[in-house]
């Protein structure tokens, strides 16, 4: 569960900066995944959030809380064109 929790944090981090250097996902939605990101994993490997059934539900929640709005967003912009090549 430890592996799964760093990993998909790790990713809404990537994801998240990458959408802070694109401009594709609103500012505070980037800032939020990365700073979630930290301290979640800073909390889990310093041993202070264990993954029993609460604390994993809280991991659980605080990545819902990114990925819901960031699917919002994303569903609600405009798809790309046929043909269009991104520069």
């Not at 592996?3 to 939605?29: D, E, H, T």
């Amino acid at each position: 569960a430890r592996i799964f929790v760093v990993a998909s944090w790790l990713a809404i981090a990537l994801w998240s900066a990458a959408a802070l250097r694109g401009g594709s996902l609103p500012r505070a939605l980037g800032i939020y995944g990365i700073a979630a990101a930290v301290v979640s994993c800073v909390l889990l490997l310093s041993s202070l959030l264990r993954l029993d059934a609460h604390g994993f539900g809280f991991v659980l929640l605080l990545q819902g809380a990114w990925f819901i709005p960031t699917g919002a967003v994303l569903c609600r912009s405009a798809p790309p064109r046929a043909g269009a090549t991104s520069s």
